[in-house]
C-alpha cells in the first residue's frame, strides 16, 4: 500500500507547520506534560495513546475548559463499554461556545446564507443575547436538565440558538431536518419523547418552496410528551393554533444563565441505523463532546478566531453538530441552507468564496460531482482564504485529491476525514502538519488508538482489515436511548472483540501510518454521509401491495461513486411498470428522505435468507463488488442458494 503512492500530493511548508496549533500544542505539553519534544505528529499521537490520562488534561489545559467542580481524576473506569471521564467535574458545553462573545462581541459568530448566495452575520454578542432570552423562556416552560428538546429546522441561526439555550439549561437536544418525512422522525423523536419542539413551516430548496406545515400538524398530534412548540416561519406564514412564535421567546436582552452539569451530562441525541428495527438514539456528553471537538477542530482543523468554517451540511447529519462547535474555538461558522448544487454545480465553491471560508468541508460525492460537471474552482472562484478543503460522507478517490490539487490550488491541504455519527467526531483524517498522499487519510487522531484488525484480533499493517479503536474516547455514547441494560450499544459495537470499539468500516494502516478506509463492512446505507438502515426503506416499500419483499444494498465503487439498487420480488400478478417505479420512489422520498431513492429498481425472482429468516444483505453486496460466490457467503447458511446467482451474474454484466 506504502509503495502505491511514495511521492506525497502536498507538504506543508515550514511556516505552516510552525504556525499550526499543534505543533505549539506539542512543545507546550514537552515542556508540562512529559510530551516528546522531537519526533513530530507520530510521536505526540503515540503519546496521547500511551499516556491517555496526561493527554486529555493536557488538552483540557491548553484550551481552558472551565471546570466548574473539579475532577477527581482524567478517567475513572477505561473499560468500554462504559468508560467514566473526569468524574466529579461539572461545566457546561454552551457556555464555551459563547465564549469569545467576551473579545469579540460585534464580529460575526454565524454567516447565514441561502439560495441566494448573500451571507448575513450573526454577531456574538447577538448570538449570545438570543441564547440567554430563549434559555430562560425554556425554563419557564418547565425545562429542567435531561428534558428533551427537538427540532424539525433547516440549517438556520434558529437551530443554533435553539440547540446553545436547550444545553444551557441542561437539556438534551436533538434534530432532524426538514426534508425528512414523518415517519423517519417519527421513528427517532418517539424514542426520546421530546417536550418542546422546534419547527418550521417549510423550507427553501433547489429554487422551490416546500410547505411542511401538514408534517409538523402531524408530529404534534404523534408526540404526546410535547409541552410547547415552537414556530419558526421561513416562509412567512403565522403560527399555527397553540405554538408559540420564535420572536416572541428571543426578544429580551437577557444573559444566559449556565446549568453546571456532570461532565457525562447527555448534551444531545443523534441517530444511526442498524440494519434492523429503529433508529440507534446515540446519546453523547456535554463533556465528551466539549473536549473531543476542541481537540478535533482546535488541533486537527487548526481552526482559530481568525478562521471562517463552513461544511455543507443539514441538521439530520452529525457534521451539523461538529460545525457547530466550531464556535467552542471562537471561529465563525457558515450557515449554508440550500440545494448543494443550486443553481449550477459550483455553487458551494461559490458560498466558499463569498465567506471567506478558510476550511471547506463538502462529501467526496460533492467532488466527484464537481469533476464530472466540468467545474473549474480556482479559475472561477477567488479562493485565496481557504487554507484546506475537507471531505466526509465516504472515502474521497484518488481521483478526487488530483482534481482538488489540479483545480482548486496546488498548494491546498487536502483533508480527507473518517468518523462517525457514534462519536460525533473523526478517528482518522486531517493533521496540518503532515503530507497528504492520494487516496489516503492522514493519519488516525489523537487520542485515538486506530488499529486495522484481521478476525482473530492481530493488528495489520499494509492490510486491510476491520477499524477498531482500543481505548476509549470522550465522545463515545454514554449510552443508547431505551436501552436499559445496554445491550443494543454492546451489540453495536463490543461483540465482536470484547472490551474493543469495532466501527463496521474496512480500513488499511499504512506503514507510514497513513489510512486508507475501504467502506462499510457491515450493510448500513450510507448516503452522502446521511446513514439509514435498511430495515427504514423495507417499512416503506413493503407497504405497497404489489411488492411481496424487498432487499436494498448500498455499494462503493472503485471511482469513489455509490450505487444503491433496490431489488423487489413482487407479489402475484403485479408488473414492474412506469407507475410502480414512480409510486416506489415517491414512498421513499416522502416517507423517508430525497437522498434514499434507490438508483435502480430492479425484479428479482426472489429475495435470499438466512435459514433463521434473516435478508442476507452483507453477502450481496460482496457479490455486487465482484467477490466470488464460495467467498461471499456460507453456502450452509443460506435457504436458497440459486437465488444468489442472479446477483453474480447481475455484477459480472456491470462489470
Known amino acids: 500500500m506504502s509503495t502505491l503512492n511514495p511521492e506525497p500530493l502536498w507538504q506543508p511548508d515550514q511556516a505552516r507547520i510552525t504556525h499550526a496549533q499543534v505543533t505549539k500544542f506539542q512543545a507546550w505539553a514537552a515542556e508540562r506534560h512529559g510530551a516528546p519534544s522531537e519526533g513530530g505528529y507520530p510521536a505526540l499521537h503515540r503519546w496521547s495513546v500511551d499516556e491517555l490520562d496526561t493527554f486529555w488534561q493536557a488538552v483540557t489545559e491548553w484550551f481552558d475548559v472551565r471546570f466548574s467542580t473539579p475532577y477527581a481524576r482524567v478517567l475513572g473506569s477505561r473499560v468500554m463499554p462504559g468508560a467514566e471521564w473526569f468524574p466529579g467535574a461539572t461545566l457546561n458545553y454552551a457556555e464555551h461556545a459563547l465564549r469569545a462573545a467576551d473579545t469579540r462581541a460585534d464580529e460575526p459568530a454565524l454567516l447565514h446564507v441561502d439560495e441566494t448566495h448573500e451571507p448575513t452575520p450573526v454577531t456574538w454578542s447577538e448570538l449570545r443575547r438570543q441564547v440567554g432570552s430563549l434559555a430562560a423562556e425554556l425554563r419557564t416552560l418547565g425545562v429542567r436538565p435531561g428534558d428533551r428538546v427537538s427540532g424539525y429546522l433547516p440549517n438556520i441561526p434558529q437551530a443554533v440558538v435553539a440547540l446553545l439555550a436547550t444545553a444551557a439549561v441542561g437539556g438534551v437536544w436533538t434534530s432532524c431536518a426538514p426534508d425528512f418525512g414523518a415517519r423517519s422522525v417519527l421513528d427517532r423523536f418517539q424514542q426520546v419523547e421530546p417536550v418542546v419542539l422546534f419547527t418550521v413551516d417549510g423550507y427553501r430548496y433547489g429554487g ?15 408526540l404526546p410528551t410535547l409541552r410547547a412548540v415552537v414556530h419558526i416561519p421561513v416562509l412567512g406564514t403565522e403560527a399555527p393554533d397553540g405554538a408559540l412564535d420564535w420572536s416572541a421567546l428571543t426578544g429580551a436582552d437577557t444573559e444566559p444563565v449556565f446549568e453546571q452539569v456532570p461532565f457525562d451530562h447527555p448534551l444531545w441525541v443523534l441517530y ?6 429503529l433508529p440507534k438514539a446515540i446519546v453523547q456528553s456535554q463533556g465528551g463532546i466539549l473536549v473531543e471537538h476542541l481537540k478535533q477542530l482546535g488541533l486537527h482543523c487548526d481552526l482559530g478566531p481568525e478562521d471562517t468554517f463552513f461544511w455543507y451540511t443539514s441538521t439530520g447529519w452529525m457534521m451539523w453538530n461538529f460545525l457547530v462547535s466550531g464556535l467552542l474555538t471562537g471561529t465563525t461558522i457558515v450557515l449554508y441552507d440550500g440545494s448543494p448544487g443550486y443553481p449550477d454545480t459550483g455553487a458551494q465553491w461559490r458560498v466558499a468564496e463569498r465567506t471567506g471560508a478558510t476550511l471547506y468541508g463538502t462529501s467526496a460525492a460533492y467532488v466527484m460531482a464537481c469533476r464530472k460537471a466540468d467545474v ?13 478543503v475537507a471531505t466526509t460522507g465516504s472515502p474521497l478517490p484518488p ?18 476525514v473518517s468518523g462517525g455519527t457514534d462519536v460525533c467526531s473523526c478517528f482518522a483524517g486531517a493533521v496540518p502538519t503532515l503530507p497528504v498522499h492520494i487516496g489516503e487519510l492522514q493519519a488516525a487522531g ?5 488499529q486495522s484488525w484481521d ?22 455514547p454514554i449510552h443508547f436511548w431505551n436501552d436499559p441494560d445496554g445491550s443494543r450499544y454492546h451489540d453495536s459495537y463490543f461483540d465482536t472483540y470484547p472490551g474493543v470499539w469495532r466501527h463496521g468500516d474496512w480500513i488499511t494502516i ?9 467502506g462499510r463492512s457491515d450493510s448500513t446505507l450510507n448516503r452522502q454521509g446521511v446513514r439509514m438502515g435498511s430495515a427504514d426503506i423495507y417499512e416503506a416499500v413493503e407497504r405497497l401491495p404489489e411488492i411481496k419483499e424487498s432487499l436494498v444494498i448500498g455499494v462503493e465503487l472503485p471511482d469513489g461513486g455509490y450505487w444503491m439498487p433496490l431489488f423487489v420480488h413482487l407479489a402475484p400478478g403485479a408488473v414492474l411498470d412506469e407507475a410502480l417505479l414512480n409510486r416506489i420512489k415517491q414512498t421513499i422520498r416522502e416517507q423517508l428522505s430525497p437522498r434514499h431513492v434507490p438508483d435502480e429498481v430492479i425484479e428479482v425472482p426472489g429475495i435470499p435468507h438466512t435459514l433463521t429468516g ?17 467467498k461471499a457467503v456460507n453456502p450452509g447458511s443460506i435457504d436458497n442458494l440459486d437465488l444468489l446467482h442472479f446477483y453474480e451474474d447481475l455484477a459480472r454484466k456491470r462489470a
Open 376 to 388: 473549474y474552482p480556482g479559475r472561477d472562484f477567488d479562493l485565496s482564504k481557504v487554507q484546506c
Open 510 to 518: 499504512t506503514a507510514r501510518g497513513s489510512v486508507v478506509i475501504h
Open 272 to 277: 444511526s441505523s442498524g440494519t434492523t428495527g
Open 614 to 630: 434473516k435478508r442476507i444483505e452483507v453477502p450481496v453486496k460482496r457479490l455486487l463488488q465482484g467477490t466470488p460466490l464460495d
Open 208 to 222: 422551490k418552496e416546500h410547505d411542511r406545515r401538514d408534517t409538523v400538524a402531524e408530529l404534534r398530534r404523534e
Open 455 to 476: 478476525p482473530s484480533g492481530k493488528p495489520l499493517i499494509d492490510e486491510v482489515g476491520e477499524l477498531v479503536v482500543t481505548n476509549p474516547m470522550p465522545s463515545m
Open 399 to 416: 481521483d478526487g485529491f488530483r482534481w482538488l490539487h489540479d483545480e482548486v490550488r496546488e498548494d491546498l491541504w487536502i483533508a480527507s
Open 446 to 450: 489523537l487520542g485515538t488508538d486506530l
